[in-house]
C-alpha cells in the first residue's frame, strides 16, 4: 500500500460515508483516481465493507462483559460447535476463538446485570461442553477508529 491508498483508508476510516468527489478532494487527486483507487482496496479486500457504529447504550445494551470460555475436552467439532451457536447469539457482539487457557472471549451487550448473570448462568453455563467462565465487566470500550500497515521494520 502506498501513501495514496493510506490516505483514502484515512478519509474513510474517518467517515465511510464520505463521497468520493470529497475523498478525491481531501487526498489531492481527481474523483476518478480516488475511485480506482478505492476500487482497488476493495477488489484487493483491503477495505471489506462498511460499518454503523451504534451506541450500545442507546439501543438499550448499557452493559458489556467479556466473558473467557474453556471447552473440555477440546475438539475440532466442540470448538466450531460453540463458536458458532455462541456468534449467533442476540447478546453476543464479538467472538474470539483464542489460544492458551481459553478457548473463547465472547463479548456481550445487555441491558442490565441481571441480564448479564442469566446469559452467563442460564445459557452458557447449561452446554455440556464447557469447563469454565470467567466473567469481566467492561467500563469503558475504546476502539482505534483508523486501523494502518505498520511500518516495515529495518534488517
Same mark, same amino acid.
Given at each position: 500500500m502506498d501513501e495514496l491508498d493510506q490516505a483514502i483508508l484515512r478519509v474513510l476510516q474517518s467517515n465511510a460515508r464520505t463521497s468520493n468527489r470529497d475523498v478525491a478532494a481531501a487526498v489531492g487527486v481527481s474523483p476518478s483516481t480516488?475511485? =480506482? *483507487?478505492?476500487r482497488a482496496l476493495q477488489r484487493r479486500g483491503v477495505i471489506r465493507g462498511a460499518t454503523l457504529d451504534v451506541d450500545l447504550n442507546a439501543v438499550g445494551r448499557g452493559v458489556q462483559a467479556l466473558i473467557a470460555v474453556r471447552i473440555r475436552p477440546p475438539s475440532r467439532e466442540r470448538i466450531e460447535s460453540f463458536r458458532d451457536w455462541v456468534a449467533a447469539l442476540p447478546e453476543t457482539i464479538g467472538v474470539f476463538v483464542t489460544s492458551g487457557t481459553e478457548d473463547f472471549i465472547v463479548?456481550?451487550?445487555? $441491558? !442490565?446485570? !441481571?441480564?448479564?448473570?442469566a446469559f452467563v448462568i442460564d445459557r452458557l453455563t447449561q452446554r455440556p461442553e464447557i469447563a469454565d467462565v470467567r466473567t469481566s465487566v467492561v467500563y469503558e470500550h475504546? *476502539?482505534? *477508529? =483508523?486501523?494502518? $500497515?505498520? $511500518?516495515t521494520r529495518a534488517a
Amino acid at each position: 500500500m502506498d501513501e495514496l491508498d493510506q490516505a483514502i483508508l484515512r478519509v474513510l476510516q474517518s467517515n465511510a460515508r464520505t463521497s468520493n468527489r470529497d475523498v478525491a478532494a481531501a487526498v489531492g487527486v481527481s474523483p476518478s483516481t480516488a475511485l =480506482e *483507487r478505492t476500487r482497488a482496496l476493495q477488489r484487493r479486500g483491503v477495505i471489506r465493507g462498511a460499518t454503523l457504529d451504534v451506541d450500545l447504550n442507546a439501543v438499550g445494551r448499557g452493559v458489556q462483559a467479556l466473558i473467557a470460555v474453556r471447552i473440555r475436552p477440546p475438539s475440532r467439532e466442540r470448538i466450531e460447535s460453540f463458536r458458532d451457536w455462541v456468534a449467533a447469539l442476540p447478546e453476543t457482539i464479538g467472538v474470539f476463538v483464542t489460544s492458551g487457557t481459553e478457548d473463547f472471549i465472547v463479548h456481550v451487550a445487555v $441491558p !442490565d446485570n !441481571d441480564a448479564l448473570y442469566a446469559f452467563v448462568i442460564d445459557r452458557l453455563t447449561q452446554r455440556p461442553e464447557i469447563a469454565d467462565v470467567r466473567t469481566s465487566v467492561v467500563y469503558e470500550h475504546f *476502539r482505534s *477508529r =483508523e486501523v494502518m $500497515p505498520l $511500518p516495515t521494520r529495518a534488517a
